[in-house]
């Protein structure tokens, strides 16, 4: 058996200037270990030049108010994850019935608890501040979870202050059916939801695919559509100070954060 001659090897003999990697900013994902769809939903508005890094956290389906519960020990480790030595510019935590479930408070610790000194924001907490910022008060929602968990989304908003005009769930219990809703469903739920009262739509949850359907949703309804993922990376771009424009994604981009 011939045994082939060591290969000696060489410096590349080039000058180049490194190109920068995600110059306008940082923006850190922990989504869930089961989540199919918010990458791709996040990347779809999140602008060229702002760089997006995901880790997960540990959970199984059935997505139950019991397992949104538990999944939150897992943050602090998930956190210590993201861009070890060089950290993000903020940390947004990809899930909206997690937050419900959890408070927004809790999830903000836990994160900090693996990254100090991070700004922090879900979708949760994103959509009061979006919501405040284009002056809705009356609020019709509609989700994709079990029902049980869609009345903890509503819970949340009401104790924010907001009066839920009417609320609708598809009473599904796994990320898998959620990620499989077809977006003209969740454009037909959006439309179905809505009642003459309500000041704006809210779509919740980061697993369904959203982000397309919120402009076509807006023209139809003649009023403004707000999603968990649009919300969070509005509200995540603005607490690092990008001050570009992000078009395509519905009348929330066209305002700053409404301060409180």
């Not at 924001?121 to 008060?137: E, F, M, S």
């Not at 649009?230 to 519905?250: E, N, S």
Request: aromatic residues 4%; glycine residues 6%; contains cysteine.
């Amino acid at each position: 058996m011939s045994v082939a001659p060591a290969v000696t090897p060489e410096p590349v003999d080039l000058s180049y200037l490194p190109d920068p990697v995600a110059p306008a900013g940082r923006i850190g994902l922990i989504t869930l270990a089961t989540d199919f769809n918010s990458e791709d939903d996040l990347r779809r508005i999140i602008p060229a030049d702002v760089g997006l890094f995901t880790t997960r956290i540990e959970n199984a389906n059935p997505i139950t108010v019991d397992t949104l519960r538990s999944m939150a020990d897992d943050l602090p480790r998930a956190a210590r994850t993201l861009l070890p030595g060089y950290g993000v510019d903020v940390a947004i935590f990809g899930c909206t019935s997690g937050t419900a479930v959890n408070g927004s408070d809790r999830i903000e610790a836990l994160i900090n608890k693996g990254m100090p000194g991070t700004a922090v924001t879900n979708p949760l907490l994103a959509t009061d501040v979006a919501l405040r910022t284009i002056g809705a008060q009356k609020i019709a929602v509609v989700a994709p979870y079990v029902l049980d968990v869609t009345r903890s989304v509503a819970e949340q908003l009401i104790a924010r202050g907001f009066d839920v005009t009417r609320l609708m769930g598809f009473g599904l219990e796994n990320d898998i059916d959620m990620t499989a809703i077809p977006p003209d469903a969740l454009l037909a739920a959006a439309l179905q939801v809505n009642s003459p009262d309500a000041d704006a739509v809210f779509i919740s949850c980061t697993a369904i695919r959203s982000a397309e359907i919120v402009e076509r949703a807006e023209k139809l309804l003649g009023k403004p559509v707000i999603t968990s993922n649009q919300a969070m990376i509005w509200h995540a771009l603005h607490l690092m100070k990008y001050d570009k424009p992000v078009t395509g994604f519905g009348t929330l981009f066209d305002h700053a954060p409404h301060k409180s």
